[in-house]
């Protein structure tokens, strides 16, 4: 069973986020300027665009519905998904490690002084 009916709910938040065109046009223009920005070049392809957008998605279940079905649409696997979750935790680990570091670094400061 899913968590959530993610279909219902990106159909929603298509209605609710055109609501906000209405009331703020610019701040959705300016949106869909960086979205098309990003997809100029082409270079990576739309599948890969995808599978990024869904690594660096974090606490946005708008983002998941939306990148989860254009990654499905052009093409992406379900195991193409779960590799590039994969490494979008190993990258948050990374950081929290560096984050760690700078912690250890303010406590020998903070208490040093």
């Known amino acids: ?11 929603l938040l298509t209605v609710r986020i055109g609501e906000i065109a209405k009331l703020n046009p610019d701040t959705i223009k300016g949106y869909q300027a960086l979205t ?3 997809q ?3 270079l990576l392809g739309p599948k ?3 599978l990024i957008s869904l690594a660096v998605t974090v606490r946005c279940d708008g983002c998941i519905t939306v990148h989860t079905e254009a990654a499905a649409r052009h ?6 998904i779960a590799e590039a979750l994969g490494v979008a935790t190993a990258v948050n680990a990374g950081a929290a490690l560096v984050y760690s570091a700078r912690v250890l670094d303010a406590y020998e400061e903070v208490t040093a002084a």
Not at 1 to 11: F, I, K, P, S, V
Not at 75 to 80: I, K, L, P, Q, T
């Open 1 to 11: 069973m899913a968590m959530l009916d993610w279909n219902a709910y990106r159909q």
């Open 36 to 38: 098309a920005a990003g």
């Open 40 to 42: 100029k070049t082409n």
């Open 48 to 50: 890969t665009r995808e």
């Open 75 to 80: 093409g992406a696997s379900r195991e193409e």
